[in-house]
């Protein structure tokens, strides 16, 4: 049975609206994964969306219906108002709505998790990457993971104390770079999020969801190489759940 959704957040940022806007246009391999849009209203937006509204660095909506490759959806728009801050900085508004035609309570709890994890992860590029191109790669580990504790599995595994804390700095094994000390920006019983100086690490349990559990690398190093990044992940992944 379809049904209308709509996810709202409004949040503060020290970047300026250029640089929120830039991150959201041009940059989002920082942050969520590379998409473009076409620099005008009526352009080409991702995955066969329109831009309905482009006012750098104001105002930006892309609107899709019947999304390829999606059945879950008829009808998606993702809406940014980005407006000066007082005193430096923006406030930025996000809706996120459209109409979901199946599996609506799970289907909507995903996407309402899942923004507030991109959203940090925005925020956390904007604090400490912003401008700075990223090589993003991106895999799922293997469908052993859909199971209940799938998360915890890839936490352990990476050497996360199941005691850590979001702030901490902790020493963890990263596929591809080994040991390292890293910031957990971000923890809670469906993402992980660790930083460090060089590259921002998120683990998605969609487990939750009924999915394999999901990893993205933004990698800001120069000379990074996003299918060595794939591959080292995904060789450890597969031995993870053999």
Do not use: C
């Not at 080409?44 to 490759?69: C, F, I, K, Q």
């Amino acid at each position: 049975m379809s049904k209308e959704f709509e996810i709202v957040r409004e949040f503060e940022v020290d970047a300026s609206p250029e640089e929120v806007w830039e991150a959201i246009t041009t940059g989002t391999a920082g942050w969520l994964w590379p998409m473009e849009y076409e620099p005008k209203k009526g352009g080409a937006g991702p995955y066969g969306s329109t831009v309905t509204e482009w006012d750098p660095p104001r105002h930006l909506t892309g609107r899709t219906e019947n999304a390829e490759g999606i059945t879950q959806q008829t009808l998606n728009q993702l809406d940014h108002v980005i407006e000066p801050r007082e005193g430096g900085g923006s406030w930025v508004r996000y809706v996120h709505s459209g109409i979901l035609v199946e599996d609506w309570d799970n289907q909507y709890d995903g996407a309402n998790k899942h923004t507030d994890f991109y959203l940090h992860t925005l925020q956390q590029y904007l604090k400490h990457f912003t401008g700075r191109a990223a090589t993003f790669a991106t895999l799922d580990a293997p469908a052993a993971s859909n199971t209940p504790g799938g998360l915890e599995v890839v936490s352990r595994g990476l050497g996360l104390a199941d005691d850590a804390t979001e702030g901490a700095t902790v020493r963890v094994e990263l596929p591809g770079a080994g040991q390292v000390d890293a910031v957990l920006d971000y923890r809670n019983p469906y993402f992980i999020g660790l930083r460090t100086d060089e590259a921002m690490y998120r683990v998605f349990g969609r487990n939750h969801f009924g999915a394999p559990v999901g990893v993205s690398v933004h990698d800001f190093a120069r000379g990074a190489d996003a299918k060595k990044n794939e591959e080292a992940w995904g060789t450890w992944l597969t031995g993870l759940f053999a």
